[in-house]
Structure formats: structure tokens, C-alpha cells
């Protein structure tokens, strides 16, 4: 018996026949793009070499895939090995009574133990891109560990970001952003993260700055504490400084007396960009913590997944 695999090594495996690999090859693009693990035999030159196809593929479209796609034809009928990797999901479905095989239709052409009443995708009325959007969809959220989309354009929207020259700025100071928190550990990504949520608007979005007083309390750390995780992001990038706020009275009744303030910015060591890219940090903040659920933001500050900053590779699920 197959034994369960938390994480399979593929999202999907796709299956087709040869004569069919130009509108198969975009889909596996688009899949691909979207931060997918997808078995595509061009991909996989490099593994496939001097290996025994026959048991290899075996393993993949019964034990090494979450789903298969099936793209049939009368092309993809008659092939030998497309029999063979049709035979290998078909065992996996039967044990796991579920939908393990996605049929996608090039035509009507019957294939064996592929029952008609099993629902199928029309691929006539779909483009590629189309159909590895239904992919995703049926694949649904995943954890992309270090990840970094190659268009965040849920990002770029945000900002009000517009023209090339524009966009790159942001995708670069993004990517420098992103690199920086991959060198963090998980309780300096929190006290960043929790400090972009709670910041004082009046610093936004040039600077994150609060009392520290309260962010101590807030995330659970003494402010010496925090003082000395701050100050080992310098390094990467992010500035901070402790400072008093003396020229403002502190009024009868506040709940904080502290005057001490602790202050955040995001000043990527890079010639050709801003010097202070804060804005970015406060906006990837904030739109993991507008889209995401509390334990999915955790899961994605603790993983450095940024795929909801993509519209193709974010999967948003809002809870509360």
C-alpha cells in the first residue's frame, strides 16, 4: 500500500500525447508561473536521464503527484506510454476514491477506464491560460516556501503603481525586501510584521514608528528586548532608532505614560533605489494581513511566502 506523503514532489502531472505538446507546453508555462510544481517532461530532462522510464513514471503519476491532468485525443489513445501513465493515475484514483484524474478533452475520443459519466474540461472553449487557472483553483492554497512572485501586480495595484520604469522600482525594492526577511528569524519577522500593523498614521508610510511602551506589549516582548532585535536588522537593511517624545503632553487617563518611541524604515542598500523604500515594507504588511488569515499570515511571514502579492499565484482565502 502506498504510503501518504505530506507534501507530494508535484502539484500536478500532466499527460499527453506528443502531438498535442504545443497547447499542453502553455499550459505547464502559465502553471509554472504561478509558483505550481508541475511535472512536465520538458522540465525534467535533467532528472529523466539514465533513469528507467517505465518505473519512474510509474511513480510519479501514482505516488509523486497531488493530481494529474489528463489531456486526451485520439493521438493520446493510442500511445504506449500515455497508456502507461494513464494506468498508474487510474490506480491511484481507484485507491483514494478521489478525484485524482482531471480529464481535459481535445476531443471525443473514449479512452479505457475512464467512465462517461466522469466530468470533464471542454479544452475547445479553453485557452491554456485558462485551464491552468482551473488548475490552480482545484489545487487551492499551497505553501510556496522563499517565494517570491514574478508579478506582483496585487502589489503594484496597491501602491497605484503605473509604468514600466515605475514597476520595476517597486519589483526591486520588493525583491530586496523579500531577500531581507529570508535572512530574519521568525520572532524579528513578527516584530516587524506587528509593528507595520500598529504603526502611528502619522509616520505612514515613510516610517513605522510606535510607543514602545505599548508595541512591548502588544507582541509580548520586554522593550530591551525588542530594542536588541531591532537593532540587528541594520545589516539587512532595515533602520531603526529609540527616541523620546518630549514635545507633547502626555494626557490625564492615557493608558501608556511611556514617552519612548521606536521607529522602523526600509532603506535597501542599492544605488538605483529609493532611499528609504518603507512604503514597500508597509504595504506587503499590509496586504498579507488584509488577505490572509491570522495563520496563514504566521505560516507565510514564517515560510517567506509572498505569493498573495500576485494575482496568479496568491491564493486569498479571508478568514475570521
Known amino acids: 500500500m502506498r504510503s501518504e506523503k505530506k507534501s507530494p514532489e508535484f502539484h500536478v502531472a500532466l499527460s499527453f500525447a506528443g502531438e498535442d505538446r504545443a497547447y499542453v507546453e502553455r499550459v505547464a508555462a502559465c502553471l509554472r508561473d504561478m509558483g505550481l510544481r508541475v ?16 518505473t519512474h513514471l510509474r511513480e510519479v503519476y ?33 485507491q483514494e476514491h478521489r478525484e485524482y484524474v482531471l480529464p481535459a478533452r481535445f476531443d471525443d475520443t473514449q479512452v479505457p477506464g475512464l467512465l462517461p459519466t466522469t466530468h470533464y474540461v471542454d479544452l475547445s472553449t479553453l485557452s ?30 496597491a501602491l497605484g503603481t503605473r509604468g514600466r520604469r515605475a514597476r520595476q ?10 531577500q531581507a526577511l529570508g535572512l530574519m528569524t521568525s520572532e524579528e519577522r ?16 515613510d516610517d513605522v514608528h510606535l510607543n514602545l511602551e505599548y508595541f512591548s506589549r502588544v507582541v ?24 523620546d517624545k518630549d514635545d507633547e503632553p502626555i494626557p490625564d487617563g492615557a493608558l501608556v505614560r ?18 528609504n523604500a518603507t512604503f514597500v515594507l508597509v504595504e506587503v504588511f499590509r496586504i498579507l494581513h488584509t488577505n490572509l488569515c491570522p495563520n496563514c499570515v504566521a505560516d507565510a511571514l514564517a515560510g517567506a511566502d509572498f505569493s498573495v502579492l500576485g494575482t496568479a499565484t496568491g491564493f486569498p482565502h479571508r478568514e475570521e
Open 190 to 205: 513578527r516584530i516587524l510584521s506587528t509593528a507595520a500593523l500598529h504603526a502611528c498614521p502619522a509616520g505612514l508610510p
Open 39 to 54: 511535472f512536465y517532461d520538458k522540465y525534467e530532462t535533467v532528472s529523466l536521464w539514465g533513469k528507467d522510464l517505465y
Open 128 to 157: 491554456p491560460e485558462e485551464l491552468a487557472q482551473l488548475i490552480k483553483e482545484k489545487i487551492g492554497p499551497i505553501s510556496r516556501p522563499n517565494f517570491f512572485p514574478p508579478e506582483p501586480d496585487v502589489l503594484y495595484q
Open 220 to 243: 509580548g516582548y520586554a522593550p530591551e528586548v525588542i530594542i536588541g532585535m531591532a537593532s540587528r536588522l541594520d545589516c539587512l537593511g532595515v533602520r531603526s532608532r529609540v527616541y
Open 258 to 275: 511611556s514617552r519612548r518611541i521606536i521607529e522602523f524604515k526600509f532603506e535597501p542598500n542599492d544605488p538605483e533605489l529609493p532611499d
Open 62 to 94: 501514482f505516488e509523486r503527484s497531488a493530481f494529474t491532468v489528463m489531456f486526451i485525443s485520439r493521438h493520446y489513445r493510442d500511445k504506449l506510454w500515455t497508456s502507461h501513465e494513464r494506468e498508474s493515475a487510474q490506480a491511484r484514483a481507484f
Open 169 to 178: 522600482r517597486v519589483l526591486r525594492c520588493a525583491e530586496h525586501f523579500h
